[in-house]
């Protein structure tokens, strides 16, 4: 059973830089897949941020593309994200999840969540 | 403000249908595959529905999905008080080069 969970810091400072790691059990993320972020602000949707190939390659929303970068370390089996410049706005639970292709096999195991608050 | 339009809210009476429709364009909707995520309060999204009208193990034949043009459907039928949750439509929009979802739908059950 394919399994992913978020870990990281709950309380980030404005101007900062949140970072979050994916740590996935029962699949090798160097297999195959996209590895993906989602956030959901409180009370509010869902918003994607960025995938990562099991290649090492990766896209981006490009409204948040300029702050965001992706990362895969295979020996421990997760991957990570890292958000520049964090404002109020960036508050929400931050989810990981696993997708086949840009729209195909999209989401079929998520982290359940973790929230990080932007706050001095 | 997200370019698939979902209605904010359906509702119905247990065993009865509800369907959610999700309006999109030819950028996402009419050139790429649809899912649906099933949102239950304080837990992760699940996948109800992938590549339009797939149903990932486990998921009952009560859900389904279809597309028409630039619109698709999630149908629930027989519902029931655990079906009250926030459903999210997502596909990729290849205008914007990015996956996007609906603002999601609240389903009361009467």
């Known amino acids: 059973q394919v399994q992913l969970q978020e870990s990281g810091p709950g309380l980030v400072k404005p101007s900062e830089t949140l970072s979050l790691t994916c740590a996935v059990s029962?699949?090798?993320?160097?297999?195959?897949?996209?590895w993906g972020w989602i956030r959901q602000p409180p009370g509010k949707g869902l918003e994607w941020i960025g995938s990562?190939?099991?290649?090492?390659?990766?896209i981006y929303n490009p409204s948040l593309k300029s702050r965001v970068t992706l990362s895969l370390d295979t020996s421990k089996n997760h991957f990570s994200l890292s958000l520049s410049s964090v404002t109020a706005a960036d508050t929400a639970v931050y989810y990981c999840?696993?997708?086949?292709?840009?729209?195909?096999?999209?989401?079929?195991?998520w982290g359940q969540g973790t929230l990080v608050t932007v706050s001095s | 403000q997200s370019v698939l339009t979902q209605p904010p809210s359906v509702s119905a009476a247990p065993g009865q249908k509800v369907t959610i429709s999700c309006s999109g364009s030819?950028?996402?909707?009419?050139?790429?595959?649809v899912s649906w995520y099933q949102q239950l309060p304080g837990t992760a999204p699940k996948l109800l529905i992938y590549?339009?009208?797939k149903r990932p193990s486990g998921i009952p034949d009560r859900f389904s999905g279809s597309n028409s043009g630039t619109s698709a459907t999630l149908g629930i039928t027989g519902l029931q008080t655990g079906d009250e949750a926030d459903y999210y439509c997502?596909?990729?929009?290849?205008?914007?080069?990015?996956?996007?979802f609906g603002a999601g739908t609240k389903v009361t059950v009467l």
């Open positions: 997502g596909t990729w929009d290849s205008s914007l080069s990015a996956y996007v």
């Open positions: 999840a696993r997708h086949l292709g840009y729209s195909s096999g999209w989401g079929d195991y």
């Open positions: 030819s950028s996402n909707i009419e050139d790429n595959y």
């Open positions: 990562i190939y099991h290649s090492g390659s990766s």
């Open positions: 590549d339009n009208n």
């Open positions: 029962g699949y090798s993320i160097s297999s195959a897949y996209y």
